[in-house]
């Protein structure tokens, strides 16, 4: 086959000069790391998903930290979480030396199985688990009823890994809105929108909220730049928890608001060409995502695929110039976690079939109708050899 000259890559951050301008207005502005810039991106990022308040973080393996610390997560503690996601959802449980204890995903959504969820609470000593941390796939929704009520009648806390899914509604509820007791969103440079590298958090319980913000910058009592500007400011601050250096600098908010002044425009074409490639693609022998409930919203970060032919379609994209990907390899089959825990690769069968048949195609506001033509002709084309 003729190598195409072209290269669409698997994904691209959408930076324009207002994004620029801001970071150099930043720069001239004298204050670089957290400070006003940052404190307006909470508030307006806050407004976007109907929450009263949001930290700002470095990442959202950063957030999801914080989160379990805040609910004082022991050794040998456990949280559940979907084995079909990246692997900052388990590691932050592993920095405790507690055990992410990975459940099956349901096939067609992709997300956490209730049923699997169901059965592992109902079978299991229930003594040790601390949390769920259910992962929006792809920028969709989990049902997050079902998890609520199982958190409620075991008493578990909830940690919403929305790292794909801004903005996405559950049954026309932000995500970020429900009453799960953390959400924690990512801004790396793939995502919907990006700082760069960045996060920000939504605390339900004011308690974790004003711990959270000590946490996050060294266990200070006092916001550092504060402490700078502030014409009662003086030198002193405690420090009365052990915290971390898990802030935003200015210089990424600066970034995010101006992204997030776009969130509607990008969710705009992710969701368009989202429902092209369902269109181009209803009568190819694939399965296109799937989604089970009618008001919700998709992030569309992601756009996933399975096929039976997988690997001989991701050599075919590939030599056509298409940047793929898949999301994800389940964490089971990762060294670390096969080496601690000795899963067999059918524990998970959901997944692993799941994985067997993925592909991540490329979807991002900076694709042009004929890349996004030129993705489903070839796609047309590698499924009819
Ligand atoms: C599901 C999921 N959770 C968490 C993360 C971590 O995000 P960050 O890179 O902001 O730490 C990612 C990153 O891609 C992810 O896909």
Redesign the pocket.
């Given at each position: 086959m003729k190598k195409d000259s072209k290269f669409i890559p698997f994904a691209l951050p959408d930076i324009g000069d207002e994004e620029i301008q801001a970071v150099v207005k930043s720069m001239k502005s004298g204050w670089l790391t957290t400070g006003p810039v940052t404190k307006k991106f909470e508030a307006e990022f806050a407004k976007f998903i109907s929450v009263d308040e949001c930290l700002a973080v470095s990442?959202?393996?950063?957030?999801?930290h914080l989160a379990l610390q805040a609910i004082n997560l022991q050794k040998n503690d456990t949280v559940l979480i979907p084995v079909n996601?990246?692997v900052?959802?388990a590691e932050v449980v592993r920095y405790f030396d507690a055990h992410p204890v990975f459940i099956d995903i349901d096939f067609d959504t992709m997300n956490i199985s209730i049923d699997y969820l169901t059965a592992y609470l109902e079978n299991n000593d229930t003594s040790n688990i601390k949390a769920i941390i259910p992962?929006h796939?792809a920028g969709q929704a989990c049902d997050m009823d079902e998890i609520l009520k199982l958190a409620k009648k075991y008493n578990l806390f909830v940690i919403e890994?929305a790292?794909?899914a801004f903005p996405c509604k559950y049954k026309n509820q932000m995500i970020g809105s429900l009453q799960s007791d953390f959400t924690?969103?990512?801004?790396?440079a793939?995502?919907t929108i990006t700082t760069g590298?960045?996060?920000m958090l939504v605390a339900r319980n004011k308690k974790h909220l004003s711990l959270i913000k000590k946490l996050r910058l060294h266990g200070i009592s006092r916001e550092i730049w504060d402490r700078y500007t502030s014409n009662k400011a003086h030198w002193h601050y405690d420090v009365d928890v052990l915290g971390y250096k898990y802030n935003l600098s200015d210089l990424c908010s600066s970034i995010g608001r101006e992204q997030l002044k776009k969130a509607n425009h990008f969710f705009n074409k992710r969701n368009s060409i989202a429902q092209k490639y369902n269109q181009a693609f209803k009568h190819l022998d694939i399965i296109l995502p799937q989604q089970k409930r009618e008001d919700d919203q998709h992030a569309w970060h992601l756009y996933l695929i399975r096929t039976k032919n997988r690997d001989q379609i991701l050599k075919f994209l590939k030599e056509k110039g298409i940047g793929t990907s898949l999301?994800?390899i389940p964490l089971h089959l990762m060294t670390y976690y096969q080496e601690l825990y000795h899963h067999k690769e059918d524990d998970f069968t959901i997944a692993m079939k799941s994985f067997s048949q993925l592909i991540s195609l490329p979807i991002y506001t900076k694709m042009s109708d004929e890349n996004i033509d030129y993705v489903i002709s070839s796609l047309i084309e590698a499924c009819s050899l």
């Open positions: 990442s959202a393996t950063a957030g999801l996601t990246f900052a959802t992962v796939i890994d790292a794909h924690v969103y990512s801004f790396y793939t995502k590298e960045g996060g999301h994800f």
